[in-house]
T-cell receptor, first 116, second 113 residues
Framework: AQTVTQSQPEMSVQEAETVTLSCTYDTSESNYYLFWYKQPPSRQMILVIR??????QNATENRFSVNFQKAAKSFSLKISDSQLGDTAMYFCAFMKPESSGDKLTFGTGTRLAVRP | DAMVIQNPRYQVTQFGKPVTLSCSQTLNHNVMYWYQQKSSQAPKLLFHYYDKDFNNEADTPDNFQSRRPNTSFCFLDIRSPGLGDAAMYLCATSRDPLRETQYFGPGTRLLVL
């Protein structure tokens, strides 16, 4: 079974600054995918960024980028130029592809507050 | 806009009284998932449908059941809700299995009195 650990329950960052959220995972699988999802207060969970394990290059999406260290089983999220709208709960998730339907295993989340 | 819709957003039920939560999608995705998210915890997969094939997680209580009458709709039935079933229930969809991103609805928060 896979486990995902987010060791930072809460974080705070000043607007326009950079913040990094940590995530580690444990798996014996070689083929998998990693995701960061954002869940704003009282709003739905949306995808921030995804990483295929077979790709060495770190994924980036505008102000969001990841540092994927496969050997260390680490998958951190960096948010640059933080904005007030980035305030949310952030979940790291592991996905093992399966033909019957993929299963996401989530971490417990990091609550990020962006201060004006 | 194409999306995943969950109704109602908030549901209050009584201890032991059956309740049904609904999820619909306009994405025409083949896979639909139900997750349970308790306060301050990670979402946990209950079960999912790939088309009409139902896949139950081993540790999902028998109290939870699901129906998928067509591609667009999926229901979560809780036969006899207990206090421990109070949670946010999230519906998600993906186009197909094997590496597709899952898209989530806004969730239904269930309160059991």
């Amino acid at each position: 079974a896979q486990t995902v650990t987010q060791s930072q329950p809460e974080m705070s960052v000043q607007e326009a600054e950079t913040v990094t959220l940590s995530c580690t995972y444990d798996t014996s699988e070689s083929n998998y995918y990693l995701f960061w999802y954002k869940q704003p207060p009282s709003r739905q969970m949306i995808l921030v960024i995804r990483q295929e394990a077979y790709k060495q290059q770190n994924a980036t999406e505008n102000r969001f980028s990841v540092n994927f260290q496969k050997a260390a089983k680490s998958f951190s999220l960096k948010i640059s130029d933080s904005q007030l709208g980035d305030t949310a709960m952030y979940f790291c998730a592991f996905m093992k592809p399966e033909s019957s339907g993929d299963k996401l295993t989530f971490g417990t989340g990091t609550r990020l507050a962006v201060r004006p | 806009d194409a999306m995943v819709i969950q109704n109602p957003r908030y549901q209050v039920t009584q201890f032991g009284k059956p309740v049904t939560l609904s999820c619909s999608q306009t994405l025409n995705h083949n896979v639909m998932y139900w997750y349970q998210q308790k306060s301050s915890q990670a979402p946990k997969l209950l079960f999912h449908y790939y088309d009409k094939d139902f896949n139950n997680e081993a540790d999902t209580p028998d109290n939870f059941q699901s129906r998928r009458p067509n591609t667009s709709f999926c229901f979560l039935d809780i036969r006899s809700p207990g206090l421990g079933d109070a949670a946010m229930y999230l519906c998600a969809t993906s186009r197909d299995p094997l590496r597709e991103t899952q898209y989530f609805g806004p969730g239904t928060r269930l309160l059991v009195l």
